[in-house]
């Protein structure tokens, strides 16, 4: 008699999962959803799976509804809300397709949302860009597709099997910590899982031009990432081979599972994806997971010792029947964590000295520049200097850091708190900071006008939301790790190099104070629009 997956048995153990460390999921399915696809609230690219690289074929929630009533679920639910006149609608919703309407990277940006496709998304960029008269911006465009390959291969992918490790651990281990997303560089295996990853990615390409041989192939190659997760220095054939075989005979019951899944995310589209973030995302990576090790535990039952499969699937703790309350132990794996990454540790609990705290304030405002700045060039297609300031800092990013890390101590011992104080803190903080600009300056440096749910243009709720997330990630991930790094700096460094940072921060506030940075791409009209955006390129001039 075959083994069959009994999916109700699945979605009970899968509810299980959830509901232990539920934030800590949350957190952990957001940050690899920004990392793996763009992590966004927007409805109207709402593909299941899309940004949590699901073990089945994909089922697109706008195909579902989009395509039928001809809108986005975005105007949808616009729509009903001004038909019982909760909200009034200043503006109309753009879909992801056309959002970026200036600049030379948004034409690639637009055609990788439309094509809903990587790939067709780089050849329908460089066809545009190429082949009409423009030699110089088709560099940018060949640069820009060089630079997210790479990040594709060796970053993405990567995550997308940590993403995989930290559930199949999560199942079985109750304080499964967010670093096994680092599993693959922890242990040395990156190549290796990088060349999987791509060949299972340019494979499942070839195949969907056949549409029905790359439905079966999506489900067929679902495995890999569970595979890699528990053997990373498994071989490319076997990789495939196992993952064939594991999916046998159960591609029907996981297309019902996916059916099931797609109804949520119609329903999860009418409430801004609010229940895809905090409930559907989560679970259905606890579900594939639990997939995973059923399939697994059928193939190693009655198989001898010497079986290819108990020589690859070897990890013999992820089958464990009981619930442990503690971590995975590292000391039992088969492989052996690199010395080189013995910085990657976890202790959020930790106490941080001045000089720690005052590099995490200038890193923090650099990181928010920079983001600042790549958001500026990719929407707008200037390449400008954002902030008030003169340097390569923004000090609102530092300061909302700092209150996070030192202020918000307290409420570390609970994530949920953490997120709503890191919601609130930094709401109150950018709300007074863009009115205080405005009361000095004149002048507006963002501007959330049209944005659902927005107080006076200075902060929305997609914001919000966001930085409370970041507030989590920040003191339960990054201040550690940046904490480790910034000790391998030498002692008798670290208080020059925090006195000529402040110094030339005290230097570049008094100039600022009197000669604040304004204009293209850096200040904001009353209509919303960077100031001098008349010059910029938009697809149709291209």
């Not at 067709?120 to 597709?145: M, P, Q, T």
């Not at 490790?165 to 693959?184: C, G, S």
């Not at 850091?401 to 609970?414: A, D, E, H």
């Amino acid at each position: 008699m075959e083994n069959k997956l009994q999916i109700k048995s699945l979605l009970r153990d899968s509810w299980k999962a959830v509901r232990r460390k539920y934030f800590i999921n949350v957190l952990i399915v957001f940050i690899v959803g920004v990392i793996v696809g763009g992590y966004t609230f927007s409805t109207n690219n709402a593909v299941i799976g899309n940004t949590q690289e699901p073990s089945a074929g994909t089922i697109s929630a706008n195909v579902m509804v989009g395509r039928i009533t001809g809108k986005s679920n975005a105007q949808i639910i616009e729509e009903m809300a001004q038909g019982f006149d909760l909200i009034h609608i200043t503006a109309d919703p753009q879909s992801t397709a056309q959002k970026y309407t200036h600049g030379v990277i948004s034409v690639f940006a637009n055609q990788a949302s439309s094509s809903g496709s990587f790939g067709f998304g780089i050849l329908n960029g460089i066809n545009i860009l190429l082949f009409k008269g423009s030699v110089g911006r088709s560099i940018v465009v060949f640069s820009l597709a060089i630079v997210l390959l790479l990040f594709n291969i060796f970053v993405r992918n990567i995550f997308i099997v940590g993403r995989a490790r930290y559930f199949l651990e999560h199942r079985r281990f109750n304080d499964t910590r967010a670093d096994r997303l680092l599993f693959v560089y922890r242990y040395g295996c990156t190549f290796n899982v990088a060349r999987i990853m791509l060949l299972r990615y340019v494979y499942q390409l070839l195949w969907n031009f056949t549409i029905v041989g790359g439905v079966i192939k999506a489900y067929e190659y679902g495995m890999i990432p569970y595979i890699l997760a528990e053997n990373p220095t498994i071989s490319a054939r076997e990789c495939f081979k196992l993952s064939k075989e594991l999916s046998m005979n159960n591609k029907k019951r996981m297309f019902g599972l996916d059916l099931v899944y797609g109804v949520a995310y119609i329903i999860s589209s009418f409430t801004y994806n609010f229940l895809a973030v905090f409930f559907l995302n989560p679970m259905r990576q606890c579900t594939t997971a639990e997939i995973y090790m059923t399939l697994r535990g059928y193939k190693l039952a009655g198989m001898g010792s010497s079986s290819r499969y108990s020589i690859y699937l070897n990890d013999r703790l992820l089958g464990i029947s009981n619930m442990s309350e503690g971590v995975y132990p590292e000391s039992a794996y088969a492989l052996k964590p690199l010395d080189t990454r013995s910085w990657i540790k976890i202790d959020y609990d930790r106490k941080y000295t001045f000089s720690t705290i005052v590099l995490f304030f200038f890193t923090f405002s650099f990181v928010g520049w920079a983001w600042e700045v790549f958001y500026t060039l990719l929407n707008e297609g200037v390449l400008a200097n954002r902030g008030t300031m003169t340097g390569p800092w923004l000090p609102i990013y530092g300061v909302g850091g700092m209150i996070i890390i030192v202020f918000l101590k307290p409420l570390r011992k609970n994530p949920l708190v953490m997120f709503g104080g890191s919601f609130v803190a930094c709401g109150v903080l950018e709300y007074f900071a863009s009115w205080i600009l405005e009361q000095l300056f004149d002048a507006k440096w963002w501007d959330y006008t049209g944005y659902f749910l927005n107080i006076n243009g200075r902060v929305c709720l997609e914001g919000l939301f966001v930085f409370g997330l970041a507030g989590v990630a920040f003191t339960y991930l990054f201040a550690p790790l940046l904490d480790n790094l910034y000790s391998k700096l030498k002692k008798e460094w670290r208080k020059p190099v925090c006195a000529v940072l402040l110094i030339a921060f005290a230097i570049d506030l008094a100039w600022s104070a009197f000669h604040p940075n304004m204009g293209a791409g850096v200040t904001y009209d009353e209509g919303g629009m960077g100031a001098g955006n008349e010059t910029l390129i938009t697809e149709e001039e291209v």
